[in-house]
Each structure stands twice: as C-alpha cells, then as structure tokens.
C-alpha cells in the first residue's frame, strides 16, 4: 500500500503533461473502448460462474478457435468434457444440449478477452502510426498491455486449476483473476482520465483535505470485493465445497444468530476469515456495514468542504452506488444468488470501483486557483 500512495502522490501533478483532452480525443476512446470491454468480461465472467460454466473448455489456445459449427465438432467437445474431473464427478448425467449452454457462456467470456487484446494492440498500433502516442504515454501503454496478457495467463490458470482432481476453482484464484480484470481497469481508466480532464481552475478548493479518505475508501472497498470473490468461490479444505454465498441466506441475521458457531469453528482466527465458508460470509457482511458508515462520514465531512464540481460529482456517486449496491447485495443473499442479481451485485462493484478511482483522480491531483 506504500507504494501505491507514493504513486498517488507523484500523480497530483499531470506527468503526461497534457493541458487539453480535444488533441488525444483518439487515445481517449481508445482507452474507454477498453475499459468497456473489461466491464463486459467481468460480467459475462459473473454469469460464467454463476451458471457453473468455467471448466467447460478443457483446452486453451492464445489465438482462440471458432466454436464448433457441426454435430461432429460439437461431439469432439462434448467428449473432450467427458473426460474432465467435472463431468465425471458432477455433472455425468449431463446430455449435449445442457453441454452447449454452459461451453456458450464460457467461450463468450474467452472471446470477450481475445477482442480486448486486438483492441488493444491493433489500437496502439494504428495510434503510434498516426502518431498519436507521445513518447510519455508509452511507459504507461506498455505496462497496460503486460496487465493485460496477465489477466489471460491467470485467467488459464485458474481453470486449469479445476481441470485436475477436483472440479473446483480455488476461491483464492478466483479472487485474483476477478482483482487482476479490476487493476487492469483502473490504470485504464486512470489513464483516459488523465487526457479527458485538464486541471480545474477554481476560485477556492478543499477536496484535497479527502485524498487519504478517499483512498482509505479504495482499500477497503478492493477487500470487500476480494471477500465477494471469496463469497463467490469454493473454500479449499471445505468437504461439502459449499459456496460461501450459498449458506445462511437471511439477513439481518446469519440464521437464528448474529454471529453463529459455524464463523468460529476452525482451528484459529486467520482459517476461519479466509478458508471457514460461513467465516468468509460473516466478513463480507461486516465489511458492507463498514463500507456504508465511511461513505456515510466522507458525505459528512465534504458537507463542511469546498468541491470543486469533480469532487461533488464523485462523492455524490458514490453516496448513491453504496446504497444501491447494500440493497442489492441483501437481495443477491436472501434470494441465494439468482443469475440475474448476482449479475447486479458485481456490476454494482464494478461501478463503485470506477467511481472511488474516479474520486481519488479529482481529490489527488491539484486545481489550477484563480486569483
């Protein structure tokens, strides 16, 4: 976390050198195109989950491959998952047509990733023969392009982990590859910032005083999301493999209790907040709590501030977003995670995310003052 601050610091003032957005307008929606398309994996990954259809692709290959046209290509591919750990332990009753539905879904994912990284690379390559790319900006454009061949080698090996023995993917790699699709957008969009908004002149302005609020909120937002990961996933050592988010599914409540003995029945305090099912759930509900009272404060303490019209936005966004995203999280638990909300629920994390970026952008960087 000391490095990333460090980061932050270095960035109140614009290392691009960039006074107007209307020169890089190219660069600008070649960088949302991206970020929208990271919005999009990290969706149809939620419905890859949800719908069980991960492990459907036993092969991967860098370039992809069309999906199967034919009876006899769809029978090669129904036989290659034949011979997975799932299949065989869990869905063998499983007849072709069911094999479709969730092999769609997985390579709609995989599609959607290969399509980010042509955008990608043939963008820069048409923006560096126009020569819309500055020497300054190729650091950055270099170390998005290594985030984003990370998320597809990740991205692999977290399958391939529930290709083996056990048909399950650790919840421990499925925090890491939906948090490596999450840094990616953030630099990404940190970046388009940086060339969409010149510095703000303003006659007076205080946000500055929320940087380390608002950056305090980064943090603890990412490990409510890594725990709604977590809640999402398999618990490693866990017998029954129940999802997290399965169980105790009534709220205010865990059950009849508020905190049951299911939270503490392992062995120490760190088992039972990272491989304990009903641990890892009891968490992520204590930390929505706590992400509720500091959006809570920060609205607070920016009433007593002078915004400049930026930081107003952001906080306002963000007042609206948390509510929002509590009230759907309680719905995505209490109706044991539907498709439909859980879809909700991670696209609320995803704009609470971008929103906190966008916040921390405005509050980090300095305003030109008129005099």
């Known amino acids: 976390m000391g490095l990333i601050a460090k980061c932050l610091v270095s960035l109140h003032a614009n290392p691009l050198g960039m006074n107007s957005s209307n020169s890089h307008k190219a660069v600008i929606y070649w960088l949302l195109t991206g970020c929208t398309l990271i919005y999009i994996m990290v969706v149809v990954g939620c419905i890859t989950r949800l719908t069980h259809s991960g492990l459907s692709i036993t092969d991967w290959s860098f370039m992809g491959s069309l999906p199967p046209l034919t009876d006899e290509a769809w029978m090669e591919r129904f036989a290659k998952y034949q011979q997975s750990p799932e299949f065989i332990k869990v ?73 083996q023995q056990k048909p399950a993917v650790s919840h421990y790699r499925l925090a890491i590859h939906l948090m490596s699709a999450f840094t990616l957008f953030a630099f990404t969009f940190w970046f388009a ?30 490990l409510q999301i890594v725990y709604g990961a977590f809640t999402a996933g398999y618990v490693e050592g866990d017998a029954a ?31 039972n907040i990272l491989e304990n099912a009903s641990g890892i759930q009891f968490v ?6 706590v992400v509720v009272i ?12 002078k915004l ?26 209490v109706y044991h995670v539907p498709v439909l909300l859980g879809v909700l629920h991670q696209t609320g994390a ?22």
Not at 100 to 127: A, N, S, T
Not at 197 to 220: A, H, I, Q, T, Y
Not at 284 to 289: E, M, P, V, Y
Request: glycine share 6%.
């Open 308 to 333: 400049t019209h930026s930081q107003y936005r952001g906080i306002t966004l963000l007042i609206y977003g948390v509510t929002l995203q509590f009230i759907l999280g309680v719905l995505t638990l």
């Open 241 to 271: 493999k129940i999802r997290p988010g399965k169980i105790f599914n009534s709220w205010p409540k865990m059950g009849d209790e508020w905190i049951p003995e299911q939270v503490t029945m392992k062995e120490n305090f760190i088992s």
């Open 284 to 289: 992520h509900r204590t930390l929505a709590i």
């Open 294 to 305: 500091m959006v809570c404060f920060i609205w607070y303490k920016s009433n007593n501030l």
């Open 350 to 371: 995803f704009f609470l995310f971008a929103v906190t970026v966008y916040l921390m952008f405005h509050t980090f960087r300095k305003a030109n003052r008129l005099t």
């Open 91 to 163: 869905n063998y009753m499983m007849e072709l047509q069911e094999f479709k539905h969730i092999f769609f879904w997985e390579y709609i994912h995989r599609l959607i990733g290969r399509i980010m990284m042509y955008v990608f690379v043939i963008g820069l390559i048409i923006l560096l023969i126009r020569k819309k790319i500055s020497k300054k900006m190729l650091p950055s454009l270099i170390l998005l392009f290594i985030m984003g061949a990370m998320q597809a080698v990740i991205g692999w090996w977290m399958v391939y982990s529930g290709l």
């Open 193 to 222: 910032l940086q060339l969409l908004n010149p510095r703000e002149e303003v006659k007076e302005n205080e946000g500055d005083k929320l940087k380390w609020w608002s950056f305090s909120f980064f943090c603890l937002l990412v």
